[in-house]
């Protein structure tokens, strides 16, 4: 960030330098472009910090693809775990054995509350709504002129929009 304000106060110096060396350059902004091209490195400044944005994308897309596949491996390795602990259920009941003592843990069976299972409607007292603003539609409403209380559009932003062929 040094860097790029460093650039911008020299092009910005160079812009003023070359403005009162020769006034006439104010009429041909092409001309003053071009002279402060060949002079400032500002430009390129810009570009690097670009390229180190557009890696930095790289990189975390190639992140979530890791994590998308470590999450598939964990999935498998904690159904594997949920089929070896069945395992072990099935042979403890088949073995009648009720604890199994070992130096690093103990293992004991043991009978569950029970899971609730929905087997068709459920009265409405017993259910839990989520209520979250809808932006979208939020958005659309503004847009169109309409009043949302509670809402309001931000002042529009500039963005950086970068194309890669």
Not at 36 to 56: F, H, K, M, Q, Y
Not at 97 to 107: G, K, M, N, S, V
Not at 136 to 141: H, N, Q, R, S
């Given at each position: 960030?040094q ?9 910005e ?7 009162r060396?020769?006034?006439e ?7 003053l472009?071009?002279?402060?091209e060949?002079?400032?490195n500002l430009r ?7 390229r180190s ?6 990189d975390?897309?190639s992140i979530?693809e890791?994590?998308k596949q470590l999450?598939?491996r964990?999935?498998r390795?904690?159904?594997?775990a ?9 042979f403890?009941?088949?073995g009648r ?5 070992a ?10 509350k029970?899971?609730v299972?929905i087997?068709?409607?459920?009265d409405d007292k ?5 209520k979250e603003?809808?932006k ?8 169109a002129g309409?009043?949302v209380?509670?809402a309001t559009?931000s002042?529009?932003?500039p963005?950086l ?5």
């Amino acid at each position: 960030m040094q860097n790029l304000n460093l650039a911008v106060q020299a092009h910005e110096s160079l812009r003023a330098e070359l403005l009162r060396r020769w006034p006439e350059l104010i009429e041909d902004p092409d001309a003053l472009e071009d002279s402060l091209e060949g002079l400032s490195n500002l430009r390129e400044a810009i570009a690097a910090v670009i390229r180190s944005a557009l890696d930095d994308e790289a990189d975390c897309t190639s992140i979530a693809e890791r994590i998308k596949q470590l999450q598939f491996r964990r999935k498998r390795l904690e159904e594997r775990a949920d089929r070896k602990r069945a395992m072990a259920l099935h042979f403890c009941q088949e073995g009648r054995l009720q604890r199994i003592p070992a130096p690093d843990f103990t293992a004991s069976v043991s009978m569950t509350k029970g899971r609730v299972i929905i087997t068709g409607r459920v009265d409405d007292k017993w259910m839990r709504i989520k209520k979250e603003e809808d932006k979208t539609k939020i958005g659309e409403a503004l847009r169109a002129g309409e009043n949302v209380d509670g809402a309001t559009l931000s002042n529009p932003q500039p963005t950086l929009v970068i194309r890669t062929t």
